[in-house]
């Protein structure tokens, strides 16, 4: 049965390579196997790389986020290390107080957004990093690269399931806040609190891919993620509120992202409405941030792992 | 990649199995078809030239075996062959394209077996191979493609707890996810204990039965013996020697070794008049003879043998082994090059 349909086969393309004109034997052969198994495999089912890029991207986001929730590592720093941290921090600081933006707020109210500063950088930075290092040390990423799929896709879909990942974080955090410590955040706030977060979130990932495009090694990541990020946590408003630090030690800060996204977050937390909530300067410096740093990957991230060999 | 639509209207009409009749057929009848070639390929690294300008042809369907050793340009090749680095000079032309500019699709085509690298974390066997079948318009079935590395009782392990043996045939089937007409692999069994390596091997000989063109990458000679339909040996940067297993180095046209041990009341002078003048005596009566007319030495030796009434017990013929061969080739080839950069 087989070998009849096959011949039948041959013969309609043996017939078919004679009729075409100009046609060449070759240029016409790779097709049918392909085709052959692509029709077989899936019945009236595209794949996601059928279906386009908006699928191939979701494709790509599912499995990040199934791969990084169970990575036991990432689950501790980026879900429970900061909710440790914040209700450590309050219960020991919070019932002093402090002043955000001209606003008297008690110490507690303070690190909900700090801690969600620090949350979004562990997540969209410190773990994003190490990752995206390790992934091309081990091949992984080459392997990719050697499928059809394209760059695009493939940070399209870690930043994001990285977003993903803050923007859940984001709400564990205000839920905490709302039903521990009574911080309550109104609609307009929200907003600003939701596009910081995004701004924050992107801009972080791509300062991940240049960070690990300039690192060699991922025994070299992880020591730089926290010597990057450790002195900025003191300075920028997440430990430390800004009011009991040195001008000095502000202007320094105020140079890097952290203290940006800190600000922004902090802004929205003592304010209602969404024009006094929105801190677009803060926004601004963090997506230029997001932007250097992605002409700096476009130019030193690679693909391959960094030992070549011959 | 242009299809007649009628191609699509019998596509669909075939069946499961007549995927791997068609695809052995196609393979059989396009035998010549060169689905890698390339022409003075020549490869620098700063002062350093990896490749000195080699010559390849691999034709569709059959398994190339690209052997050398350690640092002689294998992987260097490879990824140029793969479009991950350009050529310094030279053509390179894979399933009719340059790899370094080749159009997104021309990556349908292709399935690339790394010499590093590891699992995914986090995800099964099968999600693993879910991924990536994703990123294919018309990927082979997931279970199917399980089933032909073996990793089927394996499907929903997390990739990372699998032995070195099953990574690398999860590594396979990756590269088979797309169902792609070339396979590469690059080096698939270093570091395997034998028998994980029979199981590779024997995933490796099916790639043939699908119809796959494989190139592959190894430093085994019993593997490039055992496995490929041609064989290609790199040193210091060219290509030595070139020829099927049993024809490599002219190993077919070299002189037979027939080594036996004489009774104590013989000697050398006492053999048949055409073997006595070319034997060889080892020590301990021990002779050594270089034949080539095999029939017509041992019919000469036999017949000597049984007339003094004695049994040839340790007799033995032998050809240089592809071992032989290949260390002979890689170590002058070595040498040489030693001497011209102490030059």
Redesign the interface.
Known sequence: M??I??RL??A?RER?AAA?HDAV??????????????????PGRR????GGPLT?LA??VR?DL??????PRARFFTIAFPIILLVILAGVFGHGTTVVDGVHVKLSHFYIPGILAMSIITSAYATLVVSIASARE???L?????????ATILIGGQALATLVTTAAMTAVLLLIGRFAYGFSVAPGALVAIACTVIVGTLSFACISYAVAGLIGSVDAAQPIVQATVMPLYFISGIWIPNENLSHTLQSIASVFPVEHLASALHLASVHSSFSAAFAPKDLLVLAIWGLAAAAIAARRFSW??SV??? | MTVPPAVLTVAGMLTNSLEVAMAQRQAANTPNEAVIAVRGLRKRYGSDEAVRGIDLEVRRGEIFAFLGPNGAGKTTTVEILEGFRTATAGTVEVLGADPANAPAHWRERIGVVLQESQAEPGLTVRECLQLYSGYYRAPRPVDETLALVGLREQADQRATSLSGGQRRRLDVALALAGDPELVFLDEPTTGFDPSARRLAWEVIAGLREIGKTVFLTTHYMDEAERLADRIAVIAAGRIVASGTPQTLGDRNLSAARISLTLPHDASIRDLPEPLAERAQGQGGGHVLIESHTVAADLHALSGWALARGFDLDDLDVTRPTLEDVYLSLTQSETATETARSQR
């Open positions: 087989i070998l349909l096959s086969f041959r309609w078919n075409s034997d070759a240029a016409v052969i790779p097709a049918p196997t392909s085709l052959i198994a692509g029709t077989k495999s899936h794949t996601p790389a059928g191939l494709h790509q499995f199934l791969a990084a929730f169970r990575n081990t091949g992984i080459k392997r990719r690269r050697a499928t059809p799929v394209s391959l792992p070549a060999t011959a």
